[in-house]
């Protein structure tokens, strides 16, 4: 790779001085805080600017999912304390054979933050020939890449299409697909990462992105005891405390932060009257961080708050999403009632 800091189309011209052919290689610019320019993510500059200013600290979960990140999720996904993942993907074993034999005869899947899409293959198979679309919304392109590639080699037949974004922005989906029965599907209970006003805001903003002949798939994590909850959250093996401190390793690389990762330390809170799981890394040692030409101080203790898991009851999630103008259908769960999956209509 070649560093060169000064006007990179200078390379784009074809009568270039140099010997050198230019036009296979990957031109990188290095600006002042010796990140590439293609690298450098404003959005996630801007998040850390507002987010670390104030005494309550914080970064938002987005940034969590870098490819280490998204690949360290799904390392948790398997652990024997994260009960969610499997529970959810048993009742979809069962939810999705009843959906299928009910949707109607040409389907648009829309799925929002698709990670590795793997739930997403027990619809399509259900679906068989009845789906004909997929559109998956992923903030990891790493992740959105891989997920695409598998699930188009399993459904050859099948469209697929990738959104690389954040779903909680609105996505504009591609204009032919109004002539199928879109279906949205959004498992693992992500909808938890959002406070419950934010929730029903993207609930409504989903209702209208998808249209008033729309279901909605919906996975929801229940209110239990912190016994379990806990657990699911910080596991013995610190995969989880691998996952939350990855967040300071990928603003180091992409906002270029000196984050010492190794001097915070994962905690996780059950907060009972908000009903959600609390992550946030503490800071072992008085500490400070800079970034952009700032310097943001740590006080020994100080807590950054990265991540909310809120847990809903089934009648509470059936309530915030009517608020949202959703009808609520079926709801599925398992045997222990740790898990739910609603089915909603727009109409
Ligand atoms: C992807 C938001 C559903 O809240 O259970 C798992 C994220 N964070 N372990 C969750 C997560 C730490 C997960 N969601």
């Not at 500059?45 to 490819?67: M, N, Q």
């Not at 648009?108 to 027990?122: D, I, N, P, R, Y």
């Not at 270029?256 to 990762?261: N, S």
Request: with cysteine; aromatic share 10%; glycine share 6%.
């Amino acid at each position: 790779m070649i560093q060169y800091s000064g006007d990179r189309n200078q390379f784009d011209s074809e009568t270039s001085d140099a010997d050198t052919n230019y036009t296979d290689v990957k031109v990188s610019v290095t600006n002042e805080s010796g990140i590439n320019d293609e690298d450098f993510n404003v959005d996630f500059a801007d998040a850390l600017v507002t987010g670390l200013a104030t005494d309550a600290k914080s970064i938002p979960c987005r940034f969590l999912y870098d490819k280490r990140g998204s690949e360290l999720f799904e390392h948790i996904t398997d652990l024997h304390e994260y009960y969610p993942t499997r529970t959810e993907t048993s009742i979809l074993r069962g939810f999705s054979a009843e959906f299928a034999r009910a949707a109607g005869a040409e389907v648009a899947l829309v799925e929002f933050g698709s990670g590795s899409s793997t739930k997403t293959e027990l619809l399509l198979d259900s679906l068989g020939s009845k789906a004909k679309v997929y559109v998956a919304v992923e903030i990891s392109q790493a992740a959105l890449d891989a997920a695409l590639n598998r699930i188009q080699d399993r459904f050859p037949e099948l469209s697929t299409v990738g959104i690389c974004d954040d779903f909680n922005r609105g996505i504009t989906l591609p204009a032919n697909i109004k002539q199928h029965s879109l279906v949205g599907f959004f498992p693992g209970s992500t909808i938890g990462n959002l406070e419950r006003t934010e929730s029903i805001q993207l609930l409504i903003a989903m209702r209208e992105t998808l249209g008033d002949q729309a279901t909605l798939i919906v996975g929801t994590d229940l209110v239990k005891s912190p016994d379990l909850l806990i657990p699911a959250y910080d596991d013995a093996r610190g995969v989880t405390a691998e996952f939350t401190r990855n967040i300071l390793l990928h603003a180091n690389y992409a906002v270029g932060t000196d984050f010492c990762v190794d001097a915070f330390q994962h905690q996780v809170i059950w907060n009972e009257s908000q009903q959600r799981i609390e992550i946030y890394l503490i800071s072992l040692h008085e500490q400070s961080v800079n970034f952009l030409g700032r310097t943001i101080k740590l006080h020994r203790r100080e807590r950054i708050h990265i991540e909310n898991s809120h847990k809903y009851t089934i009648e509470g999630f059936r309530a915030l999403a009517k608020h949202a103008g959703w009808k609520t259908k079926d709801i599925w769960t398992d045997q222990h009632e740790w898990f739910a999956v609603h089915e909603l209509a727009a109409n």
